[in-house]
């Protein structure tokens, strides 16, 4: 059952929802504001909860105050206290993400953002709830999809849920990356190498200026739904 603590990022990616739904230019512009004020607000409860819930020591009040008067700072706090909470996740994603949110926020009119921005930015913030409070989020994200992009990106999120419940402890020291890929050539010595290239499709498709055709989106979203039915 989610936190009380947790309402206010949730009602945040259910208003980018609600507008993502109608995909104006003004829809999408308050869906990527939303979603980045969401991810702000949930690194902050999550760094600012009492000890006991949040299952460890964290930062001080004062570290707390000093960092949130810029993103950057926000994120490399979490990165600091909590970097366990963002295994398969990438922080410089989202602080370009949230890049984009300011352009949208201070230059005004004419500014627009493609969909499938807001969509990746979107299952980003779905999984940092999930890592950071241990509960998925309450909002049904997938049915304010309306590209290939986001459609891959919800496949990703999901395979990688599956792959973190799966993982065995991980040692001391131990790239994230290679305590994945160890485990996933127990499973099937080809899973490695496939892992690989979905991983670099996925940054490019993040961080891309194009977006790639139709048929590559709809190849790398077949390989991933194999990747997943493996790890069932």
């Known amino acids: 059952m989610p936190k009380p603590w947790t309402d206010g990022p949730r ?49 001080s009040r004062k570290e707390l105050e000093e960092a ?11 990165d600091r206290h909590d970097s366990d909470k ?9 602080e370009w993400f949230h890049r984009i949110r300011n352009q949208l926020y201070h230059s005004g009119n004419g500014i627009t953002v493609e969909t ?14 999930q890592n950071l409070f241990g509960v998925a989020v309450p909002v049904d994200a997938s049915g304010a999809l309306k590209t290939k992009t986001g459609e891959f990106l919800l496949l990703w999120n999901q395979f990688q849920a599956k792959l973190r419940e799966q993982l065995p402890p991980r040692e001391s ?23 690989e290239l979905l991983s670099i499709f996925r940054n490019a498709l993040v961080h891309g200026v194009d977006t790639p055709a139709p048929e590559v989106l709809d190849s790398h979203i077949r390989a991933l739904r194999e990747l997943i039915r493996k790890l069932n």
């Open 86 to 94: 963002i295994t398969g996740l990438s922080l410089d994603d989202i």
């Open 173 to 195: 020291g131990t790239p994230a990356y290679s305590w994945k890929t160890t485990h996933l050539g127990t499973i099937d010595p080809s899973l490695p190498s496939r892992y």
């Open 116 to 129: 499938s921005k807001v969509e990746a930015y979107l299952q980003l913030a779905v999984t940092l709830f």
């Open 68 to 78: 949130s008067e810029t993103f950057p700072a926000l994120l490399d706090l979490l």
């Open 11 to 59: 009602e945040l990616l259910q208003h980018a929802v609600d507008h993502l739904a109608h995909d104006g230019d003004f829809d999408r512009r308050i869906a990527m504001i939303s979603v980045d004020n969401a991810v702000e607000l949930m690194v902050k409860t999550h760094l600012g909860l009492p000890r006991r819930a949040r299952g460890g020591g964290g930062p």
